[in-house]
């Protein structure tokens, strides 16, 4: 069992940046894919970055490839969301996802956190 804990949310200015950190319990921690998604109310949930189990590939949509930063910290069992350059359309509910098989858009998550919530104003 792997419990997911996403933090760093917030509202902010287009152009600011956050930072979105994923919490991990348990010690398998490096043996799964992590994922980040983002869902807007009335819309499927979108996927936005990926990286492998050791953190040596990484994987982004392409609507924030270049903007966004995945990262990982084995050692502290936490994942990383580095967001520049925000736009309102950044605006969701952002969610972590621990995937032992599969990485990149077509994760399913065995594991999901609670989501927090970014709001970025125009």
């Known amino acids: 069992q792997v419990q997911l804990v996403e933090s760093g949310g917030g509202l902010v200015q287009t152009g600011g940046s956050l930072r979105l950190s994923c919490a991990a319990s348990?010690?398998?921690?490096?043996?799964?894919?992590m994922g980040w998604f983002r869902q807007v109310p009335g819309k499927e949930r979108e996927f936005v970055a990926a990286?492998?189990?050791?953190?040596?590939?990484?994987y982004y949509a392409d609507s924030v490839k270049g903007r966004f930063t995945i990262s990982r910290d084995n050692a502290k069992n936490t994942v990383y969301l580095q967001m520049n350059s925000l736009k309102p359309e950044d605006t969701a509910v952002y969610y972590c996802?621990?995937?032992?098989?599969?990485?990149?858009?077509?994760?399913?998550?065995?594991?999901w956190g609670q989501g927090t919530q970014v709001t970025v104003s125009s």
């Open positions: 996802a621990a995937d032992s098989r599969q990485w990149g858009p077509t994760m399913s998550g065995d594991y």
């Open positions: 348990g010690r398998t921690f490096s043996m799964y894919h």
């Open positions: 990286i492998s189990r050791g953190g040596g590939t990484t």
